[in-house]
């Protein structure tokens, strides 16, 4: 189910670095070396594929972007907001 507006703004509080874009939640993650932030891309494709829930992703050198938002349920979600602090676990061990 969608989130309603006050609580995608108590969410975006809650997350680090992630910046509300219109329906997207988005973060941009920097990397030392270009291949760490392909294994992280990688590592994000992975736990996406698994959850059925996939993230616009773009990689610009040692710089990635996430965007996500849920298409069907027209907005943001809890599972967005779950992915996120996840794919941010994900940047943390890498």
């Not at 030392?32 to 392909?38: H, P, Q």
């Amino acid at each position: 189910m969608r989130l309603s507006e006050a609580e995608i703004n108590e969410a975006v509080i809650e997350l680090t670095g992630w910046k509300l874009d219109g329906k997207f939640i988005v973060k941009k993650y920097r990397f030392r070396e270009f291949l760490k932030g392909v294994a992280f891309v990688n590592a994000v494709a992975e736990l996406s594929e698994e959850k059925n829930h996939h993230p616009f992703i773009a990689i610009d050198y040692k710089l990635v972007t996430l965007r996500i938002t849920s298409w069907n349920a027209g907005g943001l979600t809890d599972l967005d907001v779950a992915l996120a602090k996840n794919y941010d676990a994900i940047y943390e061990n890498i």
